[in-house]
């Protein structure tokens, strides 16, 4: 297990377990104490958690990984659904990208299509993530447009005043969103209101919506509310989708395909 594997590893158990001691840290990651010790101290230096006097607890009251840290998470789901997301993109359309792990793969994915390697554009790219726009500048077939704002460094992404007004002046054909939380009865969210409010905008400025999200995503509510489940028009998700939920789903109108 590399550095980088064992500081993943370390920082979902933190999440999933609220807290960490050393010795039984040690015993999952199939390390010494030291190592472990070592660890704690380098993501305490780069302020992902909070060392005690045995171990480490998340850092502040409401604890999110940065998105670094978070792309190892479900890495096989999101490329299937990366690459069915992308499929739905016609060359030549407006598309629009939030910030998250599978909106990126997303990204990747339409990066690598053979039928978009030429254009002028071949593709438009609105974004409000930092991570987007600087992988997909390099391609000079895309136009990228990206909004200002204020970088939040979790994840990112652009947000506040400055960046609704950007995005308030442009239309696009289809909106793709990475949400945390997607419900039949209380549609799409995200865990923060200044996301949720540029989601929301983005749904508003495009013909299609599309929500690119795994199963442990579905079925969930969380704080901030993007937008009705009747707004949505596409779901791409992977075949843990419980069937009650997909037929909620369907129910409300939206087409889901699962990957």
Same mark, same amino acid.
């Given at each position: 297990?590399?550095?980088?594997?064992?500081?993943?590893?370390?920082?979902?158990?933190?999440?999933?377990?609220?807290?960490?001691?050393?010795?039984?840290?040690?015993?999952?990651?199939?390390?010494?104490? !030291?190592?472990?010790?070592?660890?704690?101290?380098?993501?305490?230096?780069?302020?992902?958690?909070?060392?005690?006097?045995?171990?480490?607890?998340?850092?502040?009251?409401?604890?999110?990984?940065?998105?670094?840290?978070?792309?190892?998470?479900?890495?096989?789901?999101?490329?299937?659904?990366?690459? !069915?997301?992308?499929?739905?993109?016609?060359?030549?359309?407006?598309?629009?990208?939030?910030?998250?792990?599978?909106?990126?793969?997303?990204?990747?994915?339409?990066? !690598?299509?053979?039928?978009?390697?030429?254009?002028?554009?071949?593709?438009?790219?609105?974004?409000?993530?930092?991570?987007?726009?600087?992988?997909?500048?390099?391609?000079p077939?895309?136009?990228?447009?990206?909004?200002?704002g204020?970088?939040?460094?979790?994840?990112?992404?652009?947000?506040?005043?400055?960046?609704?007004?950007?995005?308030?002046?442009?239309?696009?054909?289809?909106?793709?969103?990475?949400?945390?939380?997607?419900?039949?009865?209380?549609?799409?969210?995200?865990?923060?209101?200044?996301?949720?409010?540029?989601?929301?905008?983005?749904?508003?400025?495009?013909?299609?919506?599309?929500?690119?999200?795994?199963?442990?995503?579905?079925?969930?509510?969380?704080?901030a509310?993007?937008?009705?489940?009747?707004?949505?028009?596409?779901?791409?998700?992977?075949?843990?989708?419980?069937?009650?939920?997909?037929?909620?789903? !369907?129910?409300?109108?939206?087409?889901?395909?699962?990957?």
């Open positions: 297990m590399t550095r980088k594997e064992r500081w993943q590893t370390l920082l979902d158990l933190l999440v999933e377990r609220g807290g960490l001691e050393v010795e039984p840290a040690a015993e999952a990651l199939g390390v010494s104490a !030291a190592t472990i010790r070592r660890d704690l101290d380098r993501l305490a230096e780069q302020q992902l958690l909070v060392r005690t006097r045995g171990g480490a607890v998340p850092h502040g009251v409401s604890y999110e990984l940065p998105l670094r840290y978070r792309t190892s998470r479900r890495a096989a789901e999101k490329l299937r659904i990366s690459e !069915a997301v992308a499929a739905l993109i016609a060359p030549g359309e407006v598309v629009g990208l939030t910030g998250g792990t599978t909106t990126t793969e997303v990204a990747r994915a339409l990066a !690598a299509r053979a039928d978009l390697a030429t254009g002028s554009p071949a593709l438009t790219v609105v974004t409000n993530a930092l991570n987007i726009a600087g992988e997909l500048v390099i391609r077939q895309f136009k990228i447009v990206l909004t200002g204020v970088a939040r460094p979790q994840s990112y992404e652009l947000t506040g005043p400055l960046a609704q007004q950007v995005l308030g002046q442009l239309s696009m054909d289809t909106a793709v969103l990475g949400v945390d939380a997607f419900d039949p009865a209380d549609g799409a969210a995200t865990r923060h209101e200044d996301e949720a409010a540029m989601n929301r905008l983005l749904c508003e400025r495009a013909r299609r919506v599309v929500i690119a999200a795994d199963s442990s995503k579905l079925g969930v509510r969380a704080f509310r993007i937008c009705a489940t009747s707004e949505v028009d596409v779901l791409v998700t992977d075949t843990g989708l419980p069937p009650e939920v997909a037929t909620g789903f !369907a129910t409300a109108g939206v087409e889901v395909v699962r990957v």
